[in-house]
Nanobody
Framework: QVQLVESGGGLVQPGGSLGLSCAASGSGFSVYYMGWYRQAPGKERELVARLTRGRDTRYAEFVKGRFTIARGNATKTVFLQLNSLKPDVTAVYSC???????????????WGEGTLVTVSS
């Protein structure tokens, strides 16, 4: 069984920082890329940031240098650092990964359950 599991969400004051973590569990697969999406109430899910195994990165324009995506020491772990937070950052953040089973030529997209980030005083 392949799973993406997020952690690190919670309540943070405006101007504060928060770190999110996502780990891909299971065996018999390789990672093409892992990243983060978010979905605020009444809004569609949107890309936040993505990082490939080759360390190519992609950020949404609204990040504006305040968010940073990085790999952990484990190759199947990815982090998202959120700095200088404002209330409009509040959303459910979900880990997304494009993974390939070692016996297959095509990859498959996987999603975590999501973790809630709330920015409020």
């Amino acid at each position: 069984q392949v799973q993406l599991v997020e952690s690190g969400g919670g309540l943070v004051q405006p101007g504060g920082s928060l770190g999110l973590s996502c780990a891909a569990s299971g065996s018999g697969f390789s990672v093409y890329y892992m990243g983060w999406y978010r979905q605020a109430p009444g809004k569609e899910r949107e890309l936040v940031a993505r990082l490939t195994r080759g360390r190519d990165t992609r950020y949404a324009e609204f990040v504006k240098g305040r968010f940073t995506i990085a790999r952990g020491n484990a190759t199947k772990t990815v982090f998202l650092q959120l700095n200088s937070l404002k209330p409009d950052v509040t959303a459910v953040y979900s880990c997304n990964g494009y993974l390939r089973m070692l016996r297959c030529v095509a990859g498959t997209t996987y999603w975590g359950e999501g973790t809630l980030v709330t920015v409020s005083s």
